[in-house]
């Protein structure tokens, strides 16, 4: 059934390909940059990706290269950073990483639009109008985020040990270009945990409660990429079609959930995160079969379809109806288990070595308090969440 009303947008120009990223130059001159802001990060420096981004554009020089941003970038570094492109009069930025990386350009592209200093400021975005305008080109690093395509940026305060959300059309990038070449050297580990993040973005696009015909298309056809791509690009880093496969699996699944919502996974995920500091894509992986189980009662139909595209026509033909919806979360639970065999991707909150057990009420408190909760469609009160956590742990 339609919803009453609904609203989809995604008006990211995107460039995929082997060699996607020689698109770089001519996208700054159709946007009229001449003098961006290039981000990206230390590791990415290091492993010479910064140097293929600075060599697709030979004919433009950067204002400013800042490649300091931390793995769990903050809103002190957005608020640097945007005082930085004003000191260098950037008229545009091009940043290329993780979700890390990609969120903390749309921080800064969010304060230079609207002539702010600082982010917080800027809390409940979604009511403000676009702004002065800042050319944005996303090259993402990692396939999970989605960032590149999302209305979305999350920014991290560390002093109150919680995770800002801004969600605003605005945050949208100009383009996204995804090239094979700047994903191929993301080590297994970090390719199964993004990789169980962008599953997570599409399941919980496909079930919450603000679904809709689009989120459904995007999200299905980046389910069927990811059981088909990511323990091949897990096992096979070099593997070039499955990086490519994964880097537009995480591009769908983004735009999915940017155009319905998250839901309960990412509501308690958030609060681990916040509170623990366990990376974004292990909380993904540890808690998504947990909170479907806890989702299943309700959630009958939709799982029962999810399992079409989790475990393909003939799996789903030879299963009877009424248990389509448990071997669906079946399905994902056998990738994390499979993940975790050749990656070592955590499988429980106490593997991942940051969680102790007298941590979970607190992290149960801040989960029903996290705005993804709001899609889930099974309420989850804070009991239910300590539940969900305990099974988990
Ligand atoms: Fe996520």
Request: charged content about 15%.
């Given at each position: 059934m339609l919803p009453a009303y609904y609203e989809f947008q995604n008006a990211v120009k995107i460039c995929s390909g082997l060699?996607?990223?020689?698109?770089l130059s001519y996208e700054l001159h159709s946007l009229h940059a001449k003098a961006p802001l290039v981000l990206s990060d230390a590791t990415l420096r290091k492993l010479g990706l910064l140097d293929h981004v600075l060599s697709a554009m030979p004919d433009i020089t950067p204002a400013c290269v800042y490649t300091d941003i931390p793995a769990d970038s903050g809103v002190s570094v957005v608020d640097h950073i945007a005082q930085l492109y004003r000191e260098n009069e950037c008229d545009s930025i091009v940043a290329a990483g993780g979700g890390s990386v990609l969120d903390t350009a749309k921080g800064v592209a969010l304060l230079i639009a609207q002539g702010a200093s600082h982010i917080k400021s800027l809390m409940g975005c979604d009511t403000l109008d676009r702004g002065h305008r800042v050319p944005y080109i996303a090259i993402p690093?990692?396939?999970?985020?989605?960032?590149?395509?999302?209305a979305v940026a999350v920014v991290s305060d560390p002093v109150h040990q919680v995770k800002l959300e801004y969600i605003s059309t605005h945050l949208m990038p100009d383009v996204a270009i995804l090239d094979v070449r700047m994903t191929q050297s993301l080590p297994p580990r970090i390719t199964a945990s993004t990789g169980m993040d962008a599953l997570c973005h599409a399941i919980e696009a496909f079930s919450s409660?603000?679904?809709n015909p689009l989120s459904d298309a995007y999200a299905i056809a980046s389910i069927r990429l990811i059981m088909e791509n990511l323990e091949k690009a897990v096992r096979h880093p070099h593997d070039k079609q499955a990086r490519l496969a994964m880097a537009n699996a995480s591009l769908l699944a983004g735009s999915a959930f940017s155009n319905s919502m998250v839901g309960g996974v990412h509501a308690i995920g958030h609060a681990t995160g916040g509170l623990c500091h366990v990376a974004h894509g292990d909380a993904m992986a540890i808690l998504l079969p947990y909170v479907m189980r806890f989702n299943e009662d309700c959630l009958q139909d939709i799982y029962s379809e999810l399992l079409l595209y989790l475990g393909g026509p003939e799996l789903y033909s030879q299963t009877a109806p009424a248990r389509r919806a448990r071997e669906a979360i079946h399905c994902v639970r056998r990738l994390a288990k499979r993940l975790n065999r050749i990656s070592g991707l955590p499988l429980r909150l106490q593997d991942t070595g940051r969680v102790k057990a007298e941590d979970l009420p607190l992290i149960a408190e801040a989960a029903v308090n996290d705005?993804?909760?709001?899609?889930?469609r099974k309420a989850i009160t804070q009991k239910d969440a300590l539940k969900i956590l305990m099974h988990a742990y």
């Open positions: 060699l996607a990223l020689d698109r690093t990692t396939a999970g985020t989605g960032s590149e395509v999302t409660t603000q679904k705005g993804a909760m709001i899609a889930n």
